[in-house]
């Protein structure tokens, strides 16, 4: 399948096309009837759903009578009304994440597990790699890491795939001359193809489906990942056994780790997906059954389905809720179920993980481009043919950033009620009686309803700590007993500081979406996150004046009122700080010296994180060579040029476009890549990249010799 005949500069970055039609699907569709699946464990699924939904409705009765008897005994009005509809809609919210948490605490204590049937897997399983501006060094460690690994474990039994959508042309240049001596080496034991789109329309999702329209008939399933991925050989061979063993299937989604955190606030992500996450991986996994959810990674999909089912709709409108579906994992895992194919949470497989943001500013940017995903959502929510678990997993999304709009505002009414208290006399006579009404707050139910909240937020991490401390492997695996509980307590520190941080931050992201503002698309930052003070300021400005006007007006007001607002103004107090302190490897490595927030990869690394160690760590960076222009590396490595132009296609004579007309003028008059480079423009130089003709032209420039 591979041309590996002629030169070595004639290797084909490609295999032969193998086109399968995606059709595009509309908002509204009816449902197809469901697959039939080997084991789909109805009970355990229906008992799960009853248990969370019979959690959450409890405790939101009890809060939402609590808080009634808290504002007043005779009557309400005005604004504790809206203070009480309020609290209940985020009670509702922490009670709902409670009870998937105890469930999932109780699915880790249950001492038998069920085995998932794997079968023999026939064909080959793509393996995709999308890649936007990325580094193209990293990418290939992990690439070469797993790669290796499979050569190892399952020759023949998988390809790998990457896929760039990069728009710059010193991306485009850099991550072809950093992945093509990787291409097609292996005599189809394990072949690794490079694929870039001139056109970058519908972002992962087109890249996804461009790929799946050219090359999808020839692979049975296709195994997503994400820039920052990495998998193990067992990791990838379970999971395309387990495909191949539920012909109903269309998708199983892994729960990813983090591991590689080397900031602050990197580092606090990783052990709370390590130590909690998969507590609450368990709860989720328990309810949703065969009606799953996809997080964009990480995960096998069944092609055919995929295909058949994924086709997205544009939205009607422009963006930011019209155009391309920007969240789009939640939708194809909607969609796929919504053809009658199932999609499961296999949370127990290992060795799959990710990276997470370096910084608070790094997650604050990636919120905004999730936030405008997660609202699109609305137009989906009660469309034709959808699963009700669907819907739940849509609204999630959708309320995961308007939630901050809803504490916002209740931190705002609560505010207003306590001005309105120290300012307004109250009227004891308001209504003809010849007894007056007095106003009532019941402290003691205040403060009982506060610590049952404060239970119910904590609640995930109390029994994520308890679930590694009862297994004596997992408790080692932290450290022991004493750091793991040491490491528990400073993420619940540091993550209560954050947390007022991000609500105000989500706040803005949801107001300035619903302003109508699209936040385009831009590549997750990979580096340690370290930035600038003036940076920081600025972005945290409106945090600080925040936090310090609300503390100054609590403690006008009532220094008990200032002593409770202090879980939420010291955090935007000290915004820019904290944030400062969240990304930098220097100041995040600090912590591991003194035995904190270290995983157990990070201590002892084995398998497939080694190799990707040991490849990182064989990375030469050269600061002078990134230095020169983009187009100087086919000029010095003649090798690149040669097999470079070999991959462009043949152009028709008469094509016309202005940036090829000018690009090519301008190499014709320039004697040196330094010279051509004085004038010529991005769109020019991508111009270049396209088109043969122009690339020949640039052999001007190669060493006579």
């Known amino acids: 399948m591979i041309n590996t005949q002629g030169s070595q500069y004639e290797r084909l970055a490609l295999p032969p096309e193998a086109p399968l039609a995606m059709p595009r699907h509309k908002v509204n569709e009816a449902r197809q009837k469901a697959k039939k699946l080997v084991k789909p464990f109805l009970f355990r699924t229906l008992l799960a759903r009853l248990c969370v939904l019979t959690i959450t409705l409890g405790l939101t009765w009890y809060g939402a009578t609590e808080m009634y008897a808290v ?19 985020n009670f509702t919210w922490i009670s709902f994440a409670f009870s998937q948490a105890i469930i999932g605490f109780l699915c880790r204590l249950w001492p038998f597990s069920r085995k998932v049937k794997e079968v023999d897997v026939d064909g080959v399983t793509a393996i995709l790699l999308p890649v936007y501006n990325e580094d193209p060094a990293r990418i290939r460690a992990s690439i070469e890491a797993m790669h290796e690994d499979l050569l190892e474990k399952a020759p023949g039994k998988f390809a790998f795939f990457i896929l760039s959508d990069s728009n710059r042309s010193e991306a485009c240049i850099k991550e072809k001359h950093t992945f093509y001596p990787l291409l097609n080496h292996d005599d189809q034991a394990c072949p690794i193809y490079y694929r870039r789109r001139d056109n970058n329309n519908e972002r ?18 296709m195994i997503v990942l994400d820039a920052d991925s990495l998998m193990s050989a067992e990791c990838l061979i379970s999971l395309s056994r387990r495909m191949a063993a539920e012909p109903g299937l269309g998708l199983i989604q892994t729960l990813p780790t983090i591991i590689k955190a080397n900031t602050l606030y990197s580092r606090i992500q990783q052990f709370a997906n390590q130590c909690f996450g998969p507590v609450y991986a368990s709860g989720l996994a328990a309810w949703h059954g065969t009606a799953s959810n996809f997080w964009g990674h990480n995960a096998i999909i069944r092609t055919k389905a995929f295909a058949e089912a994924c086709g997205l709709p544009i939205l009607e409108g422009k963006a930011p809720f019209g155009g391309h579906i920007m969240s789009h994992d939640f939708m194809e895992a909607a969609m796929l179920r919504r053809a009658g194919w199932g999609v499961r949470f296999d949370m127990d497989l290992e060795a799959s993980y990710e990276e997470a943001p370096p910084s608070l500013i790094d997650v604050m940017v990636r919120d905004r481009r999730w936030c405008q995903g997660n609202l699109q959502h609305k137009a989906f929510l009660f469309a034709k043919g959808f699963h009700f678990a669907t819907r739940i997993h849509l609204f999630s999304g959708i309320f995961s950033y308007l939630s901050a709009v809803f504490w916002f505002l209740l931190i705002a009414v609560g505010f207003a009620l306590a001005v309105q208290a120290h300012f307004v006399r109250p009227e004891y006579f308001s209504n003809p009686s010849l007894f007056p009404t007095w106003p009532v707050f019941d402290f003691q139910k205040a403060r009982l309803l506060f610590e049952l909240s404060m239970a119910l937020v904590l609640a995930p991490k109390v029994f994520g700590w308890i679930s590694a401390m009862i297994y004596p492997r997992r408790c080692m695996a932290f450290g022991g007993p004493i750091l793991l509980t040491l490491d528990t307590l400073l993420e619940v520190i540091m993550s209560a500081l954050y947390a007022p941080i991000l609500m105000f931050s989500q706040f803005l ?19 340690d996150g370290a930035t600038p003070w003036k940076t920081v300021a600025r972005a945290h400005l409106s945090h600080t004046l925040l936090g310090a006007g609300l503390a100054g007006a609590a403690l006008f007001l009532s220094p008990e ?10 955090g935007l107090v000290f915004s820019i700080p904290l944030s400062w302190l969240s990304g930098g490897e220097k100041r995040g490595n600090l912590l591991s010296k003194f035995m904190l927030l270290r995983s157990s990869e990070e201590k002892h690394p084995k398998g497939i994180v080694k190799r990707l160690n040991d490849r990182q760590n064989h990375i030469v960076k050269d600061d002078d060579y990134d230095k020169q222009p983009p187009l100087s590396r086919f000029i010095s490595d003649v090798g690149f040029y040669h097999w470079y132009v070999a991959q462009l296609p043949n152009e028709e004579e008469n094509t016309l476009c202005r940036n090829r007309i000018c690009a090519e003028w301008q190499i014709e008059q320039s004697d040196s890549i330094p010279q051509l480079y004085e004038h010529l423009k991005e769109s020019e130089c991508l111009a270049i990249l396209k088109h043969k003709s122009l690339m020949l032209a640039m052999g001007k420039y190669l060493p006579q010799s």
């Open 71 to 89: 504002l007043n005994t005779n009557a309400i009005a005005g604004l504790q009304w809206a203070f009480l509809v309020l609290f209940c809609i």
């Open 204 to 221: 992962k999702a087109g890249n996804i489906a461009d790929w799946v329209t050219r090359f999808g008939a020839n692979y049975e399933s």
């Open 509 to 527: 992201v949801v107001f300035d979406v619903l302003k109508g503002r699209d936040s385009g698309w831009k590549p997750q930052s990979r580096d």
């Open 561 to 570: 009122l200032f002593y409770w607002s202090l879980p939420i103004t010291i």
